[in-house]
């Protein structure tokens, strides 16, 4: 580890792991997985070589939506352990040199929390200004046109004080008016709980949508709206999401977390890159990563990406730090959306570029989406608009540890059925194969962090065309790397029209290409992808 790299904080040189815990590994034959589990994975995470551990909601809720509904926001909910355990958990993440995210659900409570089950008991409980109520309009309707994330309207009517409430996603996820001191002041009383407990970070859900426009005016129609979108689309959520008094709430999280020592935060944040960088705040005091998913967004062509990271550099803020993803558990799985050989040179792509890399878990054993029989959907995005295949649950099954029943994830019967071919993808085989995913991503992961061009280094666009993009990665004084990506199956020549150069291949999709002199007259196979240590140069 060279001395560049002191000057750079751990989630600036780290690589983030999100874990979906009821996925990823079941300790109790319950078939759900909990921290037990994830105790008993570490070592696997330390072997891989991540950073750092993003833990999706494991809060006591009523799982309307999976943990992202939180009826006590210091707590652990059952199915996953105790506080016991999660105490454990930090500890043993902390002596395995790693670091712990949580995910912090403010947006929004689950409507057993008892701070609404108050709001909603009378109009003039002391809470009831801590969630959005209005009066219907003259005709009876809800007070404006704001729809919910999942279908529907975005208000539900409430029979016994007769006000309608906002929910942005479930009606059991109503939402919290972040306008209220008092909801602040809650807020930040739960982040400090777990700062103090030792955590190190909080992934912020849906953070664009914390503040609504003061007016409650009604949002516009989508004229971009086709019938295959979600109903949410249809209209343009200008009043209802990204309202610029949202970034003093950030800005307010960001003062308490900067009071702890090396403490950060990430944005989940869906918004147009010019919109996206503002989140990192004025000076630098909002979201240390606002999360950059254009490369789950954009279509997966050479040109549309290389332009993407371009416009991407060049719209971050002055130490803004960049940071990209794959995937999620919201979002169709990479090997599924790219295919299994490209989704290779997406991992190759997600780990050189310029800025902190968040992996999805099973990704790096190239996981794909799995097909949940019609009666077997849990997803509430899925069971409430069923006609649009949104259900999120084909992402989130469980993690393939080896061959033996149930993948090595659970005694019982899982939550979520898995992969049928979970035989032949699973981390123990892969783990012996030298071709496979799993040593792909471990590889990548060594590399980025041994070479501090690749942990740290300048990002240098070199050329695109339609099938392969090209960068380079370089820190002073230390060797500089260019990268080769071809996004399409068909094999591609890069050919740069002025550069002259000689270097060798470190790493390669094909490790056969693995150890070669190379100049700059390069073809490289479909679906491959090349890193080259330059050693000779006109670049
Ligand atoms: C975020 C979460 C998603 C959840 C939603 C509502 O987008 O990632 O899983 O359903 O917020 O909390």
Avoid at 226 to 248: F, K, R
Avoid at 382 to 410: C, E, I, V
Avoid at 439 to 464: A, F, N
């Amino acid at each position: 580890m060279s001395e560049i790299k002191n000057d750079y904080l751990w989630w600036q040189t780290g690589v983030v792991y999100q874990i979906y815990p009821r996925s990823f590994q079941d300790s109790n034959g319950d078939g759900i997985g909990d921290l037990q589990g994830i105790l008993k994975r570490l070592d696997y995470l330390q072997w891989l070589g991540v950073d750092a551990v993003w833990i999706s909601p494991i809060y006591p809720s009523p799982m309307a939506d999976f943990g992202y509904d939180i009826s006590d926001y210091i707590g652990i909910h059952p199915l996953f352990g105790s506080l016991d355990d999660f105490d454990r958990l930090i500890q043993e993440v902390h002596a395995r040199k790693m670091k712990l995210i949580l995910d912090l659900v403010p947006n929004h409570t689950s409507d057993q929390h008892p701070w609404f089950l108050e709001s909603r008991s009378s109009r003039d409980n002391p809470k009831r200004d801590w969630y959005i109520w209005k009066n219907p309009r003259p005709d009876g309707g809800p007070p404006n046109n704001w729809l919910s994330v999942f279908g529907g309207s975005g208000w539900e009517w409430d029979e016994k004080t007769e006000q309608y409430y906002y929910h942005a996603f479930l009606k059991e996820q109503p939402d919290l008016n972040w306008r209220h001191p008092e909801v602040q002041q809650a807020m930040l009383n739960v982040m400090r709980f777990w700062l103090d407990r030792g955590v190190d970070g909080f992934r912020i859900d849906v953070m664009w949508h914390m503040i609504k426009d003061l007016q409650l005016r009604d949002n516009p129609v989508n004229p971009d709206y086709q019938n295959h979108m979600a109903t949410y689309e249809q209209l343009l959520p200008v009043y209802s999401t990204d309202q610029p008094e949202v970034h003093e709430i950030v800005q307010k999280m960001r003062k308490l977390l900067d009071s702890y020592s090396d403490r950060m935060m990430i944005g989940e944040i869906y918004l147009p890159i010019q919109k996206l960088v503002t989140y990192y705040g004025i000076d630098g005091k909002g979201a240390h990563l606002p999360f950059n998913f254009q490369l789950i967004s954009l279509p997966w062509e050479a040109k549309v990406i290389a332009a993407a990271i371009d416009q991407y550099e060049g719209a971050l803020p002055a130490n803004g730090w960049p940071n990209w993803v794959l995937g999620n558990h919201d979002q169709p799985r990479i090997t599924s959306r790219v295919g299994i050989q490209q989704a290779r040179v997406a991992a190759m792509l997600l780990l050189t570029l310029r800025g902190t890399p968040t992996i999805y878990y099973g990704d790096e054993i190239g996981m794909r989406d799995v097909p949940i029989p019609f009666q077997e959907v849990q997803d509430p995005q899925g069971l409430n608009m069923p006609d649009k295949n949104l259900s999120r649950d084909p992402a989130r099954t469980p993690m393939q540890w080896d061959a033996s029943l149930q993948a090595g994830f659970t005694e019982g019967k899982p939550w979520l059925r898995l992969d049928r071919a979970f035989q032949r993808t699973n981390v123990q085989l892969q783990k012996e194969d030298p071709y496979s995913m799993l040593l792909l991503y471990k590889r990548l992961i060594d590399l980025r962090h041994i070479e501090p061009s690749l942990t740290v280094g300048d990002y240098t666009p070199v050329c695109s065309d339609n099938q392969m993009l090209a960068f380079t990665r370089h820190a002073e004084g230390h060797p500089k790397f260019l990268i080769i990506l071809n996004l399409s199956h068909r094999p591609c020549y890069f050919k740069p029209s002025t550069l002259t150069f000689t270097g060798t291949v470190v790493m390669a999709t094909s490790p056969e290409l693995e150890g070669s002199v190379v100049d700059e007259n390069i073809s490289l196979s479909g679906d491959e992808g090349v890193i080259i240590r330059i050693t000779d140069t006109g670049l």
